[in-house]
């Protein structure tokens, strides 16, 4: 009867404190999430942020600009420190399965880069070359800030993630538009594609602000409104629109245009289209110069990398609210299913007990009238002695359950023996 009783009551027991272990874990599961992503947020910054000055540099240098190559050993060893941070980072992903394949990926790009430095420093790479190479490491930085998102252990978590990403990609392209446009401004060279890839470049950066109007809210819309309202935002924006009606300039054609006041042409010995370009080129006065444009690009994409940021803590921070609601609703359903089960356990064994405790007295019993009575009971009639019948067979009373059936069963058994011995 205990087994019987016992079998079912640890079953349960153990159901219950397997299921509240695996909510807890959980819980816990998604707050290691949100503490790894936190972790990595600074220095995915830092790391888009020193690559996208080294590829600045780089090209530079491959355009041979004056002391270009200190300017790009410097923007070397800055991306080496954050690029050593974020590996160590990438050591406590290794333990995260669910992106390995992601991490492998990016560890492989990133082991190319010794490659194209040597490629660079023997100038025997093009500077469009050069840039697309970078801007494929930064890409893959910005692709790998996705791999949270994909894994986050909310829906609304991955959302505001996938929000966050937008004022992370209209950063790059702003770092992009502005390493094509100050470089062609220091070669005095901006050719049809360059314009091209420049005019791109600057349309995305203005359509992922606009969508990330759209879908940010509250604190991060506001923040995203102070950029676009400020000065060097619209300072950055004249100068991009400048540019992009100035065209193309190739060579003598900008010397030109530096040299030849408006409206009044040029004495370049070159064709007569040369001056028109020229005068036409010098129609269009730009706002800033490169370093001025340089600083300016450089403190939006800045700031945009921090709205990046905000957007991204703020999802982190929801994650670990849910990771310890999360954790505690599950340490609390634990112990009310431990102490139900205990409670169910308890009154079973009561129970048994207590069916335990009748059938003994029925055994008692059962055993006094076999023992002792139906023999008294012959030995009297045997000495020729009356008995009081009604009273030999006094009926054994447990109740109307199956064990008062047992004991009526029983009692007629006496019944019998006793009428029979009479």
């Not at 990595?40 to 041979?64: H, N």
């Not at 990398?305 to 609390?332: C, T």
């Not at 002792?372 to 019948?389: K, V, Y």
């Not at 009273?391 to 109740?399: M, S, T, Y």
């Amino acid at each position: 009867m205990l087994a019987i009783v016992l079998i079912p009551s640890v079953a349960l027991l153990s159901i219950g404190i397997g299921a509240a272990v695996y909510l807890v874990k959980d819980g816990r599961k998604d707050k290691d999430w949100a503490e790894f992503a936190s972790d990595t947020t600074a220095p995915a910054i830092s790391m888009i942020e020193a690559f996208q000055l080294e590829r600045g540099a780089t090209l530079l240098y491959l355009s041979q600009v004056p002391q270009a190559d200190e300017h790009l050993a410097s923007t070397r060893r800055n991306s080496d420190s954050t690029l050593a941070s974020l590996q160590q980072q990438g050591t406590k992903a290794a333990m995260r399965p669910e992106i390995n394949d992601d991490m492998a990926g990016i560890q492989r790009l990133y082991q190319a880069l010794p490659q194209l430095r040597a490629a660079v420093d023997s100038r025997a790479m093009p500077p469009e070359q050069a840039f697309t190479s970078f801007s494929a490491i930064i890409d893959t930085i910005v692709h790998g800030t996705l791999i949270g998102a994909r894994v986050a252990p909310d829906a609304q978590i991955a959302v505001d993630l996938y929000r966050a990403v937008h004022p992370l990609r209209a950063a790059e392209a702003i770092s992009k538009s502005a390493t094509i446009g100050t470089t062609a401004l220091l070669t005095n060279q901006f050719t049809a594609t360059q314009l091209s890839d420049f005019t791109r470049n600057v349309g995305d950066a203005r359509g992922e602000v606009t969508y990330a109007a759209a879908v940010l809210t509250g604190k991060r819309r506001e923040q995203l409104e102070a950029i676009t309202n400020s000065a060097t935002y619209q300072q950055l924006s004249a100068m991009e629109d400048a540019v992009i009606r100035r065209g193309v300039v190739i060579g003598e054609e900008a010397s030109a245009a530096e040299d030849a006041p408006s409206g009044r042409s040029s004495t370049n010995s070159s064709t007569g289209a040369t001056t028109r370009r020229a005068n036409q080129t010098s129609a269009v006065a730009l706002p800033l110069n490169a370093d001025d444009w340089g600083n300016a690009a450089g403190q939006v994409r800045t700031q945009l990398l921090e709205l990046w940021n905000d957007q991204s803590r703020d999802a982190h921070r929801d994650a670990e609210a849910i990771g310890d609601r999360k954790a505690s609703d599950s340490l609390y359903g634990g112990i009310a299913v431990g102490a139900l089960t205990l409670v169910a356990f308890l009154a079973a064994l009561f129970l048994a007990n207590r069916l335990i405790a009748r059938m003994r007295r029925l055994r008692r019993e059962t055993l006094q009238l076999a023992d002792e009575r139906l023999p008294g009971t012959i030995r009297t009639l045997s000495d020729g002695e009356q008995i009081d019948q009604n009273a030999e067979i006094a009926p054994l009373d447990f109740g109307g359950d199956e064990i008062g059936q047992i004991a009526d069963a029983f009692n007629r058994a006496h019944s019998a023996a006793v009428t029979a011995a009479v």
